[in-house]
């Protein structure tokens, strides 16, 4: 699936270059329009990311028919908005119908910014002297759908999803490598997010991406996401040699694009720490805990 997407947007991305460079020529900058000295987005060139024209964010989501697809799930008056008064965060939001929280329908906040990096025994300076497109924040909802025995709600989640998550990566990934950063980066906030952006990010602690393959591997085999994301939330998943709860906080992930960031993933160290940690590590779900929570919480979950 990945791969095919990957493909897929590669060729679209291609097509689109000569228009692209099209409309960026309604403007006359310089570089120091662009970028400022701090590392932030001059908001004055009225560029998304410094870099697209307004013009060109209409053209994809035109490309990739994002507003018939969303009407097609029962939105209306679909409208979007680019904000560009931070110097450091360029904002996006799709909004149905009044410019609401209510009815907002995608909200995606991005940054360019080096990574900041823990004392780690690795050499991270592959890492630490690349700059990324960093997803400060990432919001997908139906905000006229409700939630059913097939759509359980997900920690976090105010709405369903729009089940473009995929997709949508595939587009974040290719404008940071039109922008010429290092790669993707994100820290999400709950453990089944992790999951879901694991199927090409990487966390930059091997001991926490041996907990999400592991998480992946065994527990995902045996039970639902929806079980996995609420048993993660509430403490209910437990190491099998002790049994204490399992310890998952958020923790950075990098989608790498540059061959330095890469190489740290690849390299000799980061496989064997994370072989380490995944060797040791025996889990599984406390469904008795589970279930007192959810008696507990009721309509919460």
Known sequence: MVARLRKKYDRIFREMTSQEFQNSQDFTLSEEDI???????????????GYYHPKTIDMYLKKFHVF???????LKDL??????????????????GKYEDSKKVAEIILRKKGLDLKESPLNTSGLRDAEFLYVEWLLLQNPEKKFSLRRPRLPGQVHPGLRIGDHVM???????????TSGLANTPNYLHTAVLFSKEFLFVDPAMEAINQTLKGYLLKHYSLWTIAWAGYYG????????????WKPSLMVLPITD???????????????????NKLRIEVDRDKLMTKYKEEGDAI
């Open 260 to 278: 330095d960031v890469k190489s740290y993933f690849d390299s000799k160290e980061y496989k064997n720490s994370y072989r380490y940690y995944k």
């Open 68 to 74: 018939e697809y969303l009407s097609a799930l029962g």
């Open 35 to 49: 970028l400022a000295e701090s590392g932030g987005i001059r908001h004055q060139t009225n560029l998304f990311l």
């Open 79 to 96: 409208k979007y908005v680019l904000d560009l008064t931070d110097s450091y965060e360029h904002k996006f939001c799709i909004y149905s």
């Open 236 to 247: 209910c998943i437990y190491h099998l040699d002790t049994g204490k709860p399992l310890e």
């Open 170 to 180: 595939e587009i974040l990934f290719h404008m940071a490598e039109r922008i010429r």
